[in-house]
């Protein structure tokens, strides 16, 4: 199946799921089983599902073919190259293309000027007045491709202003950034671009990144910090003109494979092998020359050769335009769009369905919990009538005596429940006081000023290392206050379980080992280029610093903040299947003994009541069995994409 076919299954799939989480949601709130908190839990889930995006990066050094290659795979409908793809450097800036129904299409250009400010790129999308804003006609692809082309410019800087920046100036001419005769500098004219554009995978969630050469992206600490790593996919493409170069190989190490290890969804793309196309030669030794090249580059870049796609990015866009079906097969272009369908939306489904059983499924014990408490009340209440059947008037007020000293019993032991929920409070609020953003915010203003104020490298070295070693103890922190609360909810669970008869399994578990890894990767990073000898030594304090925390503190902010909404969640729902199923007790506590008073009364008669349990116990059954159908729909939604394949083949 093609990446087009492939990812609208996966848009439809999504659809899908989306649909009958919203009917389930709807179900609950007609049959009096929902709450605030549910309803909350399964909007902020429909809500990341409608918000879901696909990311896709495209990286590469100079002059690779990475503009040609986007073109080939997602615009060669359009006849025409939508990306500007030349001889040289077109793209100079990173550069996503999206879709946003809210703005029309168009191009959004943020100056270069702007990394003079502490500021990152995240920041300034807050702000579209710092933003140059080109609209485009999408039915006019000659205006479309001059608006897009914005993206090559360039202007000329003096050193100093080019250094201010964050470009790296010499003067050789292997130097990409060098001082040419007239003393000045060329650089990006735009700092990032966003593209706005109604096309049909981009309407279903699709973002693609297209970034510029290393020098590029070492200058801007944002696309290796954040924008890489939460990329689905990235594809590097090399060249097969060039082979493996010292910079090709900088940015596998340093951008894609840092920590040495391989990420699923990265693809190397060998580029152009349409060079290799030699009318003098047979096509089985253009072949032989095309698979040396590949095994050549998977060799240096210590992967399988599987993993290496030859491609004509060139031959493959005219190909699609005109129809050539010979030339299309020649370009190997379709392998590679078939290995990356294959590789990229399973991955990225695995991830949906990983958050969405997560929380559908506490939703769907909380609310089995309370079905199956409102039926195990109602029988009790059925058990107990039946008894009185033909029993004279004292049995019933010896009944109703046992029921109001169950309720008594249990209204007294409720003082243990208000106990719990001040130890939770007070644990809740321990672990605040590690993982709250206070705690954050006073690490980053001791370390800021530790580093503006240091003499030597050791100092500034130092207090990076210290931020880490005492955000890392932050995140150790909290992880034991969550142990603990985790470990007093079981017991509490199992004691009401056992007192009480409540339905309450198992207390929902939580993990802060995401947001330690996050650390991690954010302390290599900084370990690699800013926390190094010829870092410290040959880059002023200041740029340093104010690199330090306009990115890296900054993403660690970020994580914090992830954390915390993520413990709000979680504990919000360990105490909801806790306060449910008290709250129901009571009720069916209640309704118990208003039902044997109003026998005892002689307000009803004992067959009239029975009668309308019984009615009351259908509808339960009823309710269960509906539970069932829904919550297998999106459990068979849910299910690894194999299994569904192998299912409808059989």
């Known amino acids: 199946m093609s990446l087009v076919n492939q990812f609208a299954a996966y848009a439809d799939w999504r659809a899908g799921l989306s649909s009958h989480i919203g009917q389930f949601r709807q179900w609950l709130g007609e049959n009096e089983l929902s709450d605030a908190q549910v309803d909350l839990r399964l909007s902020q889930l429909l809500e990341r599902l409608r918000e879901d995006r696909l990311n896709v990066a495209f990286v590469a050094e100079f002059s690779r073919g990475k503009s040609e290659l986007i073109n080939a795979i997602f615009f060669a409908e359009y006849g025409t190259r939508m990306l500007p793809s030349s001889a040289g450097r077109t793209t100079m800036c990173p550069t996503e293309l999206l879709y946003d ?57 003096t ?74 996919a990235v594809l590097f493409i090399l060249g097969a003109d060039t082979g493996v170069t010292q910079s090709d190989m900088t940015i596998w190490r340093d951008h894609i494979r840092a920590g040495g290890t391989a990420r699923r969804g990265c693809m190397v793309v060998l580029n152009k092998i349409d060079g290799q196309w030699d009318e003098l030669k047979t096509t089985a030794e253009i ?59 399973p991955a990225k489904r695995d991830i949906v369905c990983d958050n969405t059983e997560s929380e559908f499924g506490d939703v769907n014990r909380t609310v089995r919990g309370l079905l199956a408490a409102r039926l195990a009340g109602l029988r009790e209440q059925l058990a107990e009538l039946t008894e009185l059947r033909g029993k004279n008037k004292g049995v019933v007020e010896y009944m109703m005596g046992k029921v109001r000293a169950e309720k008594e019993e249990f209204e007294a032991g409720l003082q243990r429940y208000y106990a719990v929920r001040s130890v939770f409070s007070t644990l809740t609020n321990k672990l ?23 003499t030597f490298s050791t100092a500034l070295s130092g207090a990076m290392k210290r931020f880490f070693a005492q955000a890392r103890q932050a ?21 009401f379980a056992v007192e009480h008869g409540l339905k309450l399994g198992t207390p929902t578990t939580f993990s802060l080992l995401r947001y330690q890894k996050e650390l991690d990767r954010l302390e290599i990073w900084c370990g690699n280029h800013l926390n190094t000898v010829v870092s410290l030594m040959t880059t002023d304090k200041k740029n340093i610093t104010q690199k330090f925390f306009e990115e890296v503190a900054l993403q660690a902010r970020h994580a914090f903040e992830h954390a915390n909404r993520d413990a709000e969640t979680w504990l919000k729902a360990i105490m909801a299947p806790m306060e449910t199923q008290v709250r129901e007790h009571q009720i069916q ?57 192998e299912r409808e083949a059989a």
């Not at 050769?305 to 060139?314: E, G, M, N, R, W």
């Not at 150790?476 to 079981?490: F, G, K, P």
Request: overall charge negative; charged content about 25%.
């Open 101 to 157: 129904a809210a703005k029309p299409p168009g191009i959004e250009l943020l100056p270069i000027e702007t990394r003079a400010a502490s500021s990152g790129i995240a920041e300034y999308k807050r702000f579209p007045e710092e933003w140059k804003v080109i609209a485009f006609d999408v039915e006019a692809p000659d205006t479309m491709q001059d608006a897009l082309r914005q993206v090559s410019e360039t202007i000329r800087v």
């Open 159 to 232: 050193p100093a202003e080019a250094t201010r920046l964050g470009f790296s100036v010499g003067a050789d001419d292997l130097d990409f950034y060098r001082i040419d005769d007239d003393g000045q500098v060329e650089i990006p004219r735009w700092r990032h671009a966003v593209i706005n554009f109604p096309h049909p995978l981009l309407k279903q969630g699709l973002i693609i990144l297209d970034t510029p050469g290393l020098n590029a992206i070492g200058a801007e600490p944002e696309l290796t910090l954040s924008l890489l790593p939460n990329a689905h």
């Open 287 to 345: 072949d032989a020359e095309i698979q040396r090249q590949v095994d050549t580059s998977a060799n240096l870049l210590d992967l399988p050769p599987s993993q290496v796609f030859p491609v004509s990015a060139q031959k493959g866009l005219v190909a699609k335009i005109t129809g050539d079906a010979a030339l299309l097969e020649r370009s190997r272009l379709e392998r590679l769009e078939t290995a990356l369908s294959g590789e990229l939306i």
């Open 432 to 454: 605040f006081s590690h993982l709250g953003l206070d705690t954050l915010r006073q690490l980053t203003h001791e370390t800021r000023a530790v580093m503006l104020e240091a």
């Open 475 to 495: 995140l150790t922190r909290s992880n034991q206050e969550v142990n603990e609360i985790l470990a007093m909810m079981a017991a509490v669970y199992k004691r």
């Open 589 to 645: 506590l209640k309704r118990r003994l208003e039902s044997i008073k109003r026998i005892h009364q002689a307000t009803d008669t004992l067959e009239d009541r029975i009668s309308e349990l019984d009615g009351v116990e259908e509808d339960l059954l009823q309710q269960i069995e509906e539970l069932n159908v829904l919550a297998a729909r999106i459990g068979e939604l849910l299910r690894p994409a194999e299994t569904t394949t």
